[in-house]
């Protein structure tokens, strides 16, 4: 009984505590701390390998984004016609795998220096080094679902996770009941990553809110030398 309760507690309730505090929570601090908008770079201070770490992870983080986004919450009906579930099973494994050994790899860089480096530390919020060490964490847990995820080749359990993740976002209800046999291993990395959006608005990630998608149409800036 309280197992059951518990479930749906995690996996029925927490999605939305974890989606209002997201959206709420980021409104204010954009209203009320603008000038903590932002990332906090730290590479002033040591650029050792900073690039590298930085991008790896970035670049493993935005393909696990979309990949997730449109993976959970795309209807098996849209791409039923032209690719199998199981397709997009190892699909899946193959990308999301390379992604999370890539978050991994920079996420590791990027915590090391924040715990090893004196002046980095000693100029890192709390929160910085725990949000970098839950995503390094959420990372590695990815990577082990894919050795999971080759026992469910079929594609059953991702359409189970997907149906999951769908009923709570287009508000089907009964979104708890989807995870009733589910293993320990995605629940675990599906809470962890509800605590990530829950604790979104209070890190450094609210500069994903900011990412200059203009600057992708801007005009040419004219530069000339001096006469």
Same mark, same amino acid.
């Not at 309280?2 to 989606?19: D, T, V």
């Not at 790899?105 to 530390?121: A, E």
């Given at each position: 009984?309280?197992?059951?309760?518990?479930?749906?507690?995690?996996?029925?309730?927490?999605?939305?505590?974890?989606?209002?505090?997201?959206?709420?929570?980021?409104?204010?601090?954009?209203?009320?701390?603008?000038?903590?908008?932002?990332?906090?770079?730290?590479?002033?201070?040591?650029?050792?390998?900073?690039?590298?770490?930085?991008?790896?992870?970035?670049?493993?983080?935005?393909?696990?984004?979309?990949?997730?986004?449109?993976?959970?919450?795309?209807?098996?009906?849209?791409?039923?016609?032209?690719?199998?579930?199981?397709?997009?099973?190892? /699909?899946? %494994?193959? @990308?999301?795998?390379?992604? $999370?050994? &890539?978050?991994? =790899?920079?996420?590791?860089?990027? +915590?090391?220096?924040?715990?090893?480096?004196?002046?980095?530390?000693?100029?890192?919020?709390?929160?910085?080094? /725990?949000? %970098?060490? @839950?995503?390094?964490?959420? $990372?590695? &847990?990815?990577? =082990?679902?894919?050795?999971?995820? +080759?026992?469910?080749?079929?594609?059953?359990?991702?359409?189970?996770?997907?149906?999951?993740?769908?009923?709570?976002?287009?508000?089907?209800?009964?979104?708890?009941?989807?995870?009733?046999?589910?293993?320990?291993?995605?629940?675990?990395?599906?809470?962890?990553?509800?605590?990530?959006?829950?604790?979104?608005?209070?890190?450094?990630?609210?500069?994903?809110?900011?990412?200059?998608?203009?600057?992708?149409?801007?005009?040419?800036?004219?530069?000339?030398?001096?006469?």
């Amino acid at each position: 009984m309280f197992g059951e309760y518990l479930q749906h507690l995690i996996y029925g309730y927490y999605p939305y505590l974890a989606g209002t505090v997201f959206l709420v929570g980021s409104l204010l601090r954009f209203d009320h701390a603008q000038f903590t908008w932002k990332s906090g770079s730290s590479q002033m201070l040591s650029s050792k390998n900073m690039r590298l770490a930085s991008n790896l992870f970035h670049i493993g983080i935005i393909v696990i984004f979309f990949g997730h986004l449109f993976g959970m919450l795309t209807p098996h009906w849209v791409y039923a016609p032209f690719l199998e579930a199981g397709t997009k099973q190892i /699909l899946a %494994i193959v @990308i999301g795998g390379i992604a $999370g050994v &890539l978050v991994l =790899i920079g996420g590791g860089m990027l +915590l090391h220096r924040r715990l090893f480096n004196p002046r980095v530390r000693a100029s890192s919020a709390f929160i910085d080094t /725990l949000i %970098i060490a @839950i995503l390094v964490f959420q $990372g590695a &847990l990815g990577v =082990i679902t894919t050795f999971y995820s +080759l026992g469910h080749l079929d594609g059953a359990m991702m359409l189970t996770l997907a149906s999951w993740a769908q009923s709570i976002v287009f508000f089907s209800g009964g979104a708890a009941d989807y995870m009733a046999n589910v293993s320990w291993i995605y629940k675990l990395h599906i809470f962890l990553g509800l605590t990530i959006i829950l604790l979104f608005p209070f890190s450094r990630l609210v500069h994903v809110w900011s990412v200059p998608l203009g600057y992708l149409g801007r005009r040419y800036q004219i530069v000339r030398r001096r006469g």
